[in-house]
């Protein structure tokens, strides 16, 4: 991508910041609850299993599988225009996180749920790092 990237831009807070931290140096990591474990995403302050707010964080793999998908065809921001049809797909990782993205490279009637994929990291500007998709 480019400097003159024109799509909305995340605006880290304090529980988010460690994982586009991390996507700017070259890893996707998930929070874990630093009690009982449990993996979890979006990043937040409280463990859903056991209220802890302890948090850890793990490097992922970067590989899972589709959990579904869906074809956009209208750009519901200005950034997005000339890029339609593109597919954002929700992927599962190790240990049941999703995250929903966009996937590249790919037709919409060959995906099949439960594919496996690979997160791309790419440079969107010099301060953001996008987990983008592709089949694995
Ligand atoms: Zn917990």
Redesign the pocket.
Same mark, same amino acid.
């Given at each position: 991508m480019s400097e003159n990237y024109t799509k909305p831009i995340p605006e880290p807070s304090i529980d988010s910041q460690p994982f586009w931290d991390a996507l700017n140096e070259g890893r996707l990591v998930f929070q874990a $609850?630093?009690? =009982?474990?449990?993996l979890r995403h979006y990043p937040r302050p409280i $463990?859903d299993? =056991?209220?802890?707010d302890?948090v850890e964080w793990k490097t992922s793999n970067g590989k899972g599988v589709i959990y579904s998908w869906t074809e956009t065809h209208h750009p519901f921001h200005i950034g997005f225009r000339g890029e339609t049809p593109y597919i954002l797909v929700t992927a599962e990782f190790d240990g049941g996180v999703r995250i929903q993205t966009q996937l590249l490279d790919a037709k919409v009637e060959d995906l099949k749920i439960g594919m496996h994929v690979e997160v791309v990291l790419t440079k969107a500007t010099e301060d953001l790092t996008l987990p983008l998709l592709r089949l694995a």
């Open positions: $609850c630093g009690d =009982c474990g449990k $463990c299993e =056991c209220y802890s302890h």
